[in-house]
Structures are given as structure tokens and as C-alpha cells.
């Protein structure tokens, strides 16, 4: 069973920086041939994608974050990151890492991806 759980969450002002880390606990660092991707929920608006790897190891990062996101994993330790920079007041969200062995971020909808975190707030102050 896979159990992702998020961490480095925080509030931080405009500009400023963090990294999320996503591990998958039950895996006892095994590695693991899912895709993965992180997805944000802004207070009323719906979910979005923010950035997927598969299980190759390639990448895609959404338009909205590009240039100051970045979307990497450790395959040693099954724990996937996000390195945000020059953070923006919109970038404030709940922020969820997600796995699958068949959904693959940007050619299938959230809500096909089976395995999700429980979620990390991400604060951005102007």
C-alpha cells in the first residue's frame, strides 16, 4: 500500500522560497515504478496540476510555474520534491502530492491518480 506523506509546507513572504517533500512511508525506500506529480487547491478554486515526473523520469511542469518551480525525486529514498522560488501571493494553496502506476501528470485528470498525501499548506504573503 502506498502512503505518501508531505512536509516543508509553511508561510513565507513574496519572493521568497521552499521545498516540499513528498516520501512514500509503507515503501521502507524500495523503489517504486509509479508516476507521481504535485497538485494545489486554492481556497474556492479547484485543483490544478503544478508539475508530474513518471517513472522514467520525465518531467513537466505547469506554464504558471515554470521557470521558478522545479520537480525532482530521489529514487534511493522514494521521496519527491518541489524547490519553489520567487514565490507569488498566488502560489498560496494546499499543496498534494499524488501517485499512480498508470495516470501520468499531464495526460490524466487528478482524479485518476490513486494514491494522495494529505496535504501541505503553502502560505505567500505580499
Known amino acids: 500500500q502506498v502512503q505518501l506523506v508531505e512536509s516543508g509546507g509553511g508561510s513565507v513572504q513574496a519572493g521568497g522560497s521552499l521545498r516540499l517533500s513528498c516520501v512514500d512511508s509503507?515503501?521502507?525506500?524500495?523503489?517504486?515504478?509509479?508516476?507521481m506529480g504535485w497538485f494545489r487547491q486554492a481556497p474556492g478554486k479547484e485543483r490544478e496540476g503544478v508539475a508530474g515526473?513518471?517513472?522514467?523520469?520525465?518531467?513537466i511542469v505547469a506554464d504558471s510555474v515554470k521557470g521558478r518551480f522545479t520537480i525532482s525525486k530521489d529514487n534511493a529514498k522514494n521521496t519527491l520534491y518541489l524547490q519553489m522560488n520567487s514565490l507569488k501571493p498566488e502560489d498560496t494553496a494546499m499543496y498534494y502530492c499524488?501517485?499512480?502506476?498508470?495516470?501520468?501528470?499531464?495526460?490524466?485528470?487528478?482524479?485518476?491518480?490513486?494514491?494522495w498525501g494529505q496535504g501541505i499548506l503553502v502560505t505567500v504573503s505580499s
Open positions: 499524488a501517485a499512480d502506476y498508470y495516470a501520468k501528470y499531464g495526460r490524466s485528470a487528478p482524479d485518476q491518480f490513486r494514491y
Open positions: 509503507n515503501s521502507g525506500y524500495k523503489y517504486r515504478p509509479y508516476n
Open positions: 515526473i513518471d517513472w522514467g523520469g520525465s518531467k
